[in-house]
Antibody
Framework: QVQLVQSGAEVKKAGASVKVSCKTSGYTFTNYYLHWVRQAPGQGLEWMGIFNPNAGNTIYSQKFQGRVTMTGDTSTSTVYMELNSLRSEDTAVYYC???????????WGQGTLVTVSS | EIVLTQSPGTLSLSPGERATLSCRASQDFSRSNLAWYQQKPGQAPRLLIYGSANRATGIPDRFSGSGSGTDFTLTISRLEPEDFAVYYCQYYGNSLRFGRGTKLEIK
């Protein structure tokens, strides 16, 4: 079955960087785009960007452009999301999710809580 | 940039009742680009409906989606206790957009 398993919770200081991993299994890694979505405490869902594991290219939300980098490793079927220059407003649960037919996100990771302290 | 407005913000109903959740878009778009998710506390969102009206794998048939243009609806025909959660609509275009959610709570 399709699984997306994310790395554990992180606590970072303001100004630092964080790198979250998402290990996929149960399907052909290069056949599906992966998205990153975050959710601040008590808030809604916010899309950060999309990664193409086949070509390695990305599209980032304008809000995160210049501060986020999404990469992948085909040998381990893992995608990564690195966010730089962290601030307290980046405290959130970060999710990876698999793209379905460029219409929706059909499988999600369990989420990774990133806490940014000043 | 498309904005999705969900209403109501909170819906209070009893098990067995019918729930109707609305998602209104600021611009027309294809119904194929609209999806609905359910999220329970401490859990990741779960895909319910894609392409406006197609149930995702394993989703009970009490969940149905409809609409086109700028107005979309998620209907839960008879509420079960496990249906009380937050529901989000989502647009997929050049970027993804989510509505702010409707909280479905037990009356």
């Amino acid at each position: 079955q399709v699984q997306l398993v994310q790395s554990g919770a992180e606590v970072k200081k303001a100004g630092a960087s964080v790198k979250v991993s998402c290990k996929t299994s149960g399907y052909t890694f290069t056949n599906y785009y992966l998205h990153w979505v975050r959710q601040a405490p008590g808030q809604g869902l916010e899309w950060m960007g999309i990664f193409n594991p086949n070509a390695g290219n990305t599209i980032y939300s304008q809000k995160f452009q210049g501060r986020v980098t999404m990469t992948g490793d085909t040998s381990t079927s893992t995608v990564y999301m690195e966010l730089n220059s962290l601030r307290s407003e980046d405290t959130a649960v970060y999710y990876c999710a698999r793209d379905h037919e460029s219409s929706c996100l059909d499988h999600w990771g369990q989420g990774t809580l990133v806490t940014v302290s000043s | 940039e498309i904005v999705l407005t969900q209403s109501p913000g909170t819906l209070s109903l009893s098990p067995g009742e019918r729930a109707t959740l609305s998602c209104r878009a600021s611009q027309d778009f294809s119904r194929s680009n609209l999806a609905w998710y359910q999220q329970k506390p401490g859990q990741a969102p779960r895909l319910l409906i894609y392409g406006s009206a197609n149930r995702a794998t394993g989703i009970p048939d009490r969940f149905s989606g409809s609409g086109s243009g700028t107005d979309f609806t998620l209907t839960i025909s008879r509420l079960e206790p496990e249906d009380f959660a937050v529901y989000y609509c989502q647009y997929y275009g050049n970027s993804l957009r989510f509505g702010r959610g409707t909280k479905l709570e037990i009356k």
